[in-house]
């Protein structure tokens, strides 16, 4: 489906149990736990290694990638969701959350659009649901409606409006969820799963 995400359950299961009670975990911990640039299993190899490699493997990610551009390292997002899913995202400050909107993965949007939903639950806190408002073109003033969403980041923003929203019977995101819910598909914005992705997180919302 359109909300299918690249990172692991050890990389949720890690964030959950670093640092222990999480009295160890700080901005600085996250935010220099970023993960490298740089193909850690390609460096661990001698150079002749890593060269017989890309020359015989036709399914080797170098041999493949005449740019030599490394592989996306989608763990990272799973981390910060699972970091936000036990309240230890408050400590980064907005500046952070926006570098990694800006400059991350999808995956990593997601982990952090969750993560702080899930971190600030039940609060409607304002500057989270406008993070997740700005992630819903259905939110946005017509002029910025055309701007391009990925439609796993519609969908992991609008479950993260029901987060956030949680038990407060806030009655325009209520409203609309359900007419969300009720849109016509539209081939234009979305696939078929995105569609059917991005439903079913309205409704779970």
């Known amino acids: 489906s359109g909300l299918r995400v690249g990172f692991t359950h050890r990389d949720q299961r890690g964030g959950g149990s670093s640092g222990g009670n999480g009295s160890g975990i700080t901005r600085t911990w996250i935010v220099y736990n970023k993960p490298s640039s740089n193909n850690n299993q390609s460096q661990q190899q001698p150079p002749q290694n890593r060269n017989n490699n890309n020359a015989n493997n036709p399914n080797n990610n170098a041999a493949n990638n005449p740019n030599n551009t490394p592989p996306i390292n989608h763990s990272h997002g799973g981390l910060?969701?699972?970091?936000?899913?036990?309240?230890?995202?408050?400590?980064?400050?907005?500046?952070?959350?926006?570098?990694?909107?800006?400059?991350?993965?999808?995956?990593?949007?997601?982990?952090?659009?969750?993560?702080?939903?899930?971190?600030?639950?039940?609060?409607?806190?304002?500057?989270?649901?406008?993070?997740?408002?700005?992630?819903?073109?259905?939110?946005?003033?017509?002029?910025?409606?055309?701007?391009?969403?990925?439609?796993?980041?519609?969908?992991?923003?609008?479950?993260?409006?029901?987060?956030?929203?949680?038990?407060?019977?806030?009655?325009?995101?209520?409203?609309?969820?359900?007419?969300?819910?009720?849109?016509?598909?539209?081939?234009?914005?979305?696939?078929?799963?995105?569609?059917?992705?991005?439903?079913l997180s309205c409704g779970l919302a």
């Open 80 to 199: 910060l969701m699972a970091l936000g899913l036990t309240g230890h995202l408050s400590v980064l400050a907005m500046t952070d959350i926006y570098e990694y909107l800006t400059q991350g993965t999808v995956t990593t949007t997601i982990g952090v659009l969750l993560g702080m939903a899930a971190n600030k639950r039940s609060t409607c806190d304002p500057s989270v649901s406008k993070m997740l408002c700005l992630h819903i073109p259905s939110l946005l003033p017509p002029s910025f409606a055309a701007m391009e969403v990925a439609a796993p980041a519609r969908a992991a923003a609008v479950a993260g409006i029901g987060l956030l929203y949680m038990g407060s019977s806030h009655r325009l995101m209520t409203e609309f969820l359900l007419n969300e819910m009720g849109m016509r598909p539209s081939t234009d914005n979305f696939g078929t799963h995105d569609r059917e992705s991005y439903t």
